[in-house]
């Protein structure tokens, strides 16, 4: 099984936020994260965001208002595809919130 490419270098490593929700399995599919930032559930260092596309880089720091309550992660790496879940936890460091997604609490 191949493992997803990381990218921890902050000068390179800019993705879409959508795409980077994805990978990090914040959200089950693109369109859900596409969601769930239309919906202003997202903020990046403090700012919230409405736009799929918006760029975020490595040491970005996302609020997340998710279904099973409010999470801050660190973006720690951009992945080039979505991996399995024990890759996605690499994507980000959790600065406070109900634990890793699919943890039990």
């Given at each position: ?17 959508d795409k ?11 369109t859900v ?56 936890i690499d ?15």
């Amino acid at each position: 099984m191949a493992t997803a490419r990381l990218t921890r270098d902050s000068a390179r490593a800019v993705t879409r936020l959508d795409k980077w929700l994805w990978h990090a399995r914040a959200a089950k599919t693109r369109t859900v994260a596409q969601q769930i930032v239309g919906a202003g559930k997202v903020r990046i260092d403090g700012v919230k965001v409405r736009n799929p596309g918006h760029r975020i880089r490595v040491g970005n720091v996302l609020t997340l208002a998710l279904a099973h309550g409010v999470v801050v992660w660190r973006v720690r790496a951009i992945a080039e595809r979505r991996g399995p879940a024990r890759e996605a936890i690499d994507l980000y460091e959790e600065i406070s919130g109900p634990g890793p997604l699919g943890a039990a609490s």
